[in-house]
């Protein structure tokens, strides 16, 4: 039921109180009153804004979805309160949709005006005080847009220096591995071709070629008492059997699983040759082991430039189903260095957890928000607990720490943009609003705190179905 509005009712609300009687009755001539009954709805958070709502009489209740949660923002009786299209004012700027649901606790009568005309009003009436607002909104929203970017950034920066660290040594170590493999080479030959101008005839050489790969298996773990034992029994083996630098060729000899047994073996294909023979035999141990370097080095770099992608995200479409614990451990090696020594980090991912539909690059940046907390709040010694479990039809991603905690008194203001408990120049406020922007805005789903000394434990929920709207909803 609709109805109209007289200009002297409207001059007795607050909002108009101060408005000539021709404004007063532009209002009263394109605005409608609407009659609600009890717990009836104005307007719902997320539909089209279309009306800003005025109170007359009667009682409504403003309330916001926040973490899947209705929270009751204020509850009022008085005449002139409003709700609704509050920032028409913008315009086409901004998609306008209400940020928060009026409802009526009791039957109450409301003075509807539509958007568009509240906005024509404003800018026509009020053209200073529209420039200010708007400067005030989009001020905000661009600083809070850079500081974003900075963010962002700085995490960048992090990753890509631990990343730049981690390389360094398998890198650094394929290099000198593959310098000296080139000496080792030439030696070999020397060596081989000392053989053959020795007189060995192509029979043994062929036998000693053909032994050298697979004489010297790769050896079991041995402690340093066993390695010592195995060099002493071979270098006096081979000083027994007229190897001059017997002890010099023992060492690398045992290091690369050879003994008394498979220089027996040398012995027989080599006949009367074998000083030259072990000495050939050594340098081509020596050759597989810097191989067995250079392939485990490159291995490593592979490993970490893998962790890189994952953790970018590089090679993904942007929202797919992910195991968790891969982007987990992608990040937990990406911040391999900040961790410390002295830092204990410790998994417990569900083997039964499926993949979630998610967007993983952004994801990452929540866990990278979250671990780079945990370790600032432990200062360098602790335990970091990151674990991954199922929690009714989410997913619960859990990352624990035994730092400090958080004061009782910030535990409810922790998300709130540009709140931070660090010291002025050492914190934007911004990682837990991002990461909970991420999580809540981009995936439909929830961030909990629980916090005391020696325990606080940041939990992630992540429903496991696609969230509505959540491929397609922006940044």
Known sequence: MSGTVSPEELRGLFLFEDLDGEKLGWLSAHGTVEEHPGDGVICAQGEPAEFLYVLLDGEMVMTQNVRGHIVEMSRTSRPGTYGGAVQAYLGDQI????QHTLRTVRPARVFALPARKFAQAVRKWFPMATHLLEGVFFGMTNSRRFVDQVERLTALGTI??????ELNNPAAAAARAAAELGDRLLAAQRSLAGLAAEGVDCARLSALVSLGPAVAPPGAHRSPLEVSDAEDELGDWLEEHGVADAW???PGLVAAGAGIAEAEQVARAAGDHLPTAVRW???MMEVAQLQAEISEATGRITALLDSAR???QLDRAAYLRTDLRELLDSTLTMLKRKIGPEVTVKTDYDPGLPPVP????ELNQVWTNLIVNALQAMRGAGTLTVRTARENDHALVEIGDTGTGIPG?????IFTPFFTTKPVGQGTGLGLDISWRIVAGRHGGDIRVESLPGDTRFQVLLPLTEAAGAAGSGG
């Not at 998610?358 to 690059?361: G, P, S, W």
């Not at 008194?409 to 203001?413: I, S």
């Open 95 to 98: 998609e306008q949709r209400y």
């Open 160 to 165: 890509t220096a631990g990343l730049t660290h």
């Open 248 to 250: 010099d060729l023992a």
């Open 281 to 283: 035999l050594a340098e």
């Open 310 to 312: 994952q953790y970018s």
């Open 358 to 361: 998610v967007y993983a690059a």
């Open 409 to 413: 008194e910030d535990l409810g203001r």
